[in-house]
């Protein structure tokens, strides 16, 4: 028998792992990689939700919208990223600090 | 039913062994390609949740789209890379200590927590009514993200072009 804790453990997961990535990789791209983990985490918890406590699929709209929005930042986190390289030949997001953000 | 239950422990394995390697390889190139076999898994979870177009959708904008975005990127930005030896991480402790945490709080949550449960929705296709619901219900966050599409995808042009 699956249940949601089944899911919502994978997810929890998931979410760590890209978490951790986030905060340690130097690379950008290793860096959006860790956000696409965590942005999948996010989607199975609300298909999740939306199969086991609902009777409606807005959860999966969610997780929809969700992937759209996670191709349209994909999109532009690489064209920062190409960018970023072109200027300074570095991808390391610790070196981009001259704005002292 | 057996076969089922065996059948999604395999994914859900699948999914976060890989999803593990991508965090901890520290050569990129493996990290992308173990962010394919996760993609994977999750599309095969979605199936046993009965979202079968979801299932297809990831699979066809993830693995297609962003995992080939995502490659490019390497590629193209690979060759200093090999040149620099810098450390390819920091914080290594404190982010393992902080991530485990976080971890461990929401297995707290998850455990400790009466969801509510519905009777499930009979499994069978579900592309129909996401497609009646996206032009009903949520027609109007569907034409805002398609604008944010054209937005991003004007934007990255720009940001992307060569030159001034």
């Known amino acids: 028998m699956i249940t949601i804790e089944h899911y919502l453990v994978i997810s929890a997961i998931l979410l760590s792992l890209g978490l951790f990535a986030v905060m340690t990789k130097r690379n950008g791209i290793a860096v959006l990689m860790g956000i696409e983990l965590i942005l999948n985490a996010a989607n199975i918890n609300l298909v999740a939700f939306s ?51 | 039913m057996e076969l089922g239950i065996w059948t999604f422990y395999f994914f859900a394995l699948l ?6 390697l991508v965090v901890f390889l520290r050569n990129i190139v493996y990290s992308a390609f173990m962010l394919f076999v996760t993609f994977f898994g999750v599309a095969g979870l979605y199936i046993f949740v009965g979202a079968d177009f979801l299932a297809a959708t990831q699979v066809l904008l993830y693995v297609g789209g ?33 991530s485990v945490l976080f971890l461990i709080l929401l297995l707290g949550i998850v455990f400790n927590t009466e969801w509510t449960k519905a009777d499930s929705l009979p499994p069978g296709p579900t592309t129909e009514t996401i497609g009646i619901l996206l032009m009903t219900d949520y027609l109007l966050p569907f034409e805002v993200a398609s604008l944010l599409l054209l937005g991003a995808l004007v934007g990255a042009a720009m940001l992307a072009r060569k030159g001034d």
């Not at chain 1, 919208?65 to 986190?77: D, G």
């Not at chain 1, 991808?91 to 002292?100: E, G, H, N, Q, R």
Request: glycine residues 6%; hydrophobic residues 60%.
């Open chain 1, 51 to 101: 199969h086991f406590s609902t009777r409606f699929l807005s959860g999966q709209i969610f997780a929809i919208f969700v992937i759209i929005l996670a191709a349209a930042e994909a999109a532009i986190v690489l064209a920062i990223i190409l960018a970023m390289y072109a200027n300074r030949q570095v991808v390391d997001i610790d070196l981009a600090d001259t704005m002292k953000g």
């Open chain 2, 15 to 20: 999914t976060v062994v890989s999803g593990a």
């Open chain 2, 66 to 98: 962003i995992l080939v975005l995502i490659i490019f990127g390497v590629m193209l930005t690979r060759k200093v890379m090999d040149v620099k030896v810098r450390e390819a991480r920091i914080n290594f402790s404190h982010g393992l200590f902080l």
